[in-house]
């Protein structure tokens, strides 16, 4: 996805678990638990990065090589952009 990525949908509720959030969408009536790294991907899900500067961000909070993520960070920006968790899915 080479654009900006959320901001989340009006209709989700969020609530952070220690490293965790859980996502509650309230017109479909469906929780989604999000593990510490998805958390993370949420919370840089604001509208003002793309998926390759997610990427890197993350990359470079875990002090590991973007590469390396680049795979999981796909899967959960791809299982929340089907949920429709964003404002506006790609």
């Not at 901001?7 to 989604?32: C, M, N, S, W």
């Not at 002090?63 to 959960?76: A, G, I, N, Y």
Request: hydrophobic residues 40%.
């Amino acid at each position: 996805m080479s654009h900006p990525i959320g901001p989340p949908a009006a209709h989700v509720v969020e609530e952070e678990l220690g490293d965790d959030i859980v996502l509650y969408d309230t017109e479909r009536k469906q929780f989604y638990e999000l593990n510490p790294t998805a958390s993370d991907v949420w919370r840089l899900a604001t509208g003002e990065f793309t998926e390759a500067e997610i990427v890197d961000l993350l990359g470079a909070a875990y002090e590991t090589d973007p590469e390396d993520l680049r795979s999981q960070v796909s899967d959960v920006l791809e299982m929340m952009c089907d949920a429709c968790l964003f404002a506006e899915s790609p």
